[in-house]
């Protein structure tokens, strides 16, 4: 480290200051991933792999940039014919990966979108790197969440993304309560419809029948679950107490 030597400035009325001995390389120091020379990778991806998209054009210019800043190279990844939209991709999975085992301190891309197509995983990805202390570089919009205006970047993404999860709730709760005010079902389908009718009779079957709810649930072609609730709902309204089948009851009865 080479060290600047006392200097003395003088000042208007004769009055001068000296200046103490200050490291060199504390002048040549920028902000954000430059405090020190990081490893950094290069993330790239093309949707398509056979319409002229090429991915060389977005890890030569990161190439350039990484050594432009005075960076090491940690690593590539590279997903070709993979869209944007799909947060599961191979080179990506590898890339967060070695990020949790601290293999690099910054990942640099080449736009926002070549990482991640929305703001939701966008930003579950950049809260990922920034529990890890690892910074995020943008080449296209110039972004470096290693400074103070990328971290206000970072904020503003948050906002909008807790916004966007917001909007989605109230569309979501609001389309519930349009088909519960039109009469439609919430929730998944049953498994078959039976018909009252059908109903009794099973309820009948069972209790008069001696046959057991598995072979009650195969000859009317439904769930095991729908013909207990058949017996159930058969007996609550006659008045006994029931609370399920015992476990042999499951089985015919032994003859």
Not at 18 to 30: M, Q, T, Y
Not at 73 to 80: C, H, I, N, P, T
Not at 211 to 230: H, M, N, P, Y
Request: charged share 25%; with cysteine; glycine share 8%.
């Amino acid at each position: 480290m080479r060290i600047a030597h006392n200097v003395t400035v003088n000042l208007k009325r004769g009055a001068c200051i000296c200046v103490p001995k200050l490291p060199l390389d504390n002048f040549r120091r920028g902000t954000g991933v430059e405090q020190e020379q990081s490893r950094v990778a290069i993330y790239a991806r093309v949707s398509t792999a056979n319409n002229g998209q090429d991915p060389t054009m977005q890890t030569r210019e990161l190439k350039e940039y990484v050594e432009r800043r005075g960076w090491q190279l940690a690593g590539e990844y590279v997903d070709v014919g993979i869209s944007g939209s799909k947060e599961k991709r191979p080179e990506l999975d590898r890339l967060m990966a070695d990020a949790h085992r601290r293999r690099f301190s910054a990942v640099a891309v080449w736009k926002f979108d070549r990482m991640a197509r929305s703001v939701s995983h966008l930003l579950r990805v950049l809260e990922t790197f920034g529990s890890l202390g690892v910074d995020f570089v943008s080449l296209s919009e110039a972004i470096d969440t290693g400074t103070p205006a990328g971290k206000m970047v970072f904020t503003v993404l948050g906002a909008v993304a807790e916004l966007e999860r917001s909007l989605i709730i109230e569309r979501v709760r609001a389309g519930m309560r349009n088909a519960r005010a039109k009469g439609r079902r919430i929730g998944r389908p049953p498994q078959t419809q039976l018909s009252s009718e059908l109903r009794s009779d099973i309820a009948s079957a069972y209790q008069f029948g001696g046959t057991s709810l598995r072979l009650l649930a195969k000859t009317f072609g439904t769930s095991l679950a729908t013909v207990q609730r058949c017996v159930c709902v058969s007996r609550t309204r006659d008045g006994d107490d029931f609370a399920g089948p015992a476990k042999n009851e499951l089985e015919p009865p032994t003859r």
